[in-house]
């Protein structure tokens, strides 16, 4: 058996996690109707990048390669609701690796991070070059943070939206989708038992699944795998 997973999930949730825990379930279960009526919604952020350099007004979906058993240290982190999709899937969407950096690196270390900055800066008059570095840079991503939050065990994957984009499309109002079919979907990590069955109880959800229903697990399950 390989190192790598072949289903990469992504993780929905976390300001749901803010609500009063008698309404979770129900949140969920909107979340992931809304995924599959709409698409998965991508966030547009900015992000610490190089040595206190930010990316701006960088539109994504992050999606973890870890195994199943590992689900709910990045559930915690991200959401608790986890839509695994294949990784051939993800890589004909644009999808690819990210690329980690120390958060700080000892001096003549630093060959990856100073070129990709250089590239970057001496880029300025020329429009094209400079916009391709910044999509390179919305690649990487530190191995930890200040606090010592470990990202490097994730294996994250990126698609990253750019000028053109066919598959994560701007749907109105600064709303960015990435679209779908219900049988692309090849994992659903549900946060409860409870989520779980009054989202199969669901009817839109229970048709979208019927055809082709994913592996479904919860993440008191995932400890098992």
Known sequence: MGIHSKILVHWTGKDIEIHPENERSQLYVKRLKNSLQEGLYAKTTEEDLIRGWKIKNITRLCFTEIRLSQAQLHAERYGKLGLG?????????????????PFEAAAGSLLLE???KRVHEKSRDNNVVHESSKWIMSHVKRMWNEAGEDFYEEMEWRIVHHANDRNITNVGNGVHRLKFE???IKVIIFPSEDTKRLSLEDDYIRKCLSDHLPMIATLHDCHNF
């Open 85 to 101: 999709f294949s990784r051939d899937f993800i890589m004909n969407k644009g999808g690819r690796p990210v690329i980690y950096i």
């Open 114 to 116: 100073d070129s990709i």
């Open 182 to 184: 219900p049988s692309d």
